[in-house]
Nanobody, 122 residues
């Protein structure tokens, strides 16, 4: 019923920029946290950045000052603006949402997008 649809990945040269978008489709839910994780080959999935419904943000140290996360609550959409990209940013980027279905008893649950490839290479 709830899907996270990502867009915006691709190939970019070092120092370049990309913007990722993720929209939560469906209805009847309340989103608490939205964010982005990434997973490079041979590595565990790691948090890149996240934002709460009140606007608080968290960033991994490796992207502070280069990446900016933003959110449009009315559109249930989260964005990740990535600047000064480095080869080590190459990974599959996954959208994440912690949300609760309205009328369903229980704790909020984690939802994931299908992933979008970001490759930084000359």
């Amino acid at each position: 019923q709830v899907q996270l649809v990502e867009s915006g990945g691709g190939l970019v040269q070092p120092g370049g920029s990309l913007r990722l978008s993720c929209a939560a489709s469906g209805s009847g839910f309340s989103i608490y946290v939205m964010g982005w994780y990434r997973q490079a080959p041979g590595r565990q999935r790691e948090l890149v950045a996240s934002t709460t419904s009140s606007g608080s943000t968290t960033y991994d140290d490796s992207v502070k000052g280069r990446f900016t996360i933003s959110r449009d609550n009315a559109k249930n959409t989260v964005y990740l603006e990535m600047n000064s990209l480095k080869p080590e940013d190459t990974a599959v980027y996954y959208c994440h949402a912690l949300l609760k279905l309205i009328g369903v008893i229980g704790a909020p649950k984690n939802y994931w997008g299908q992933g979008t490839q970001v490759t930084v290479s000359s």
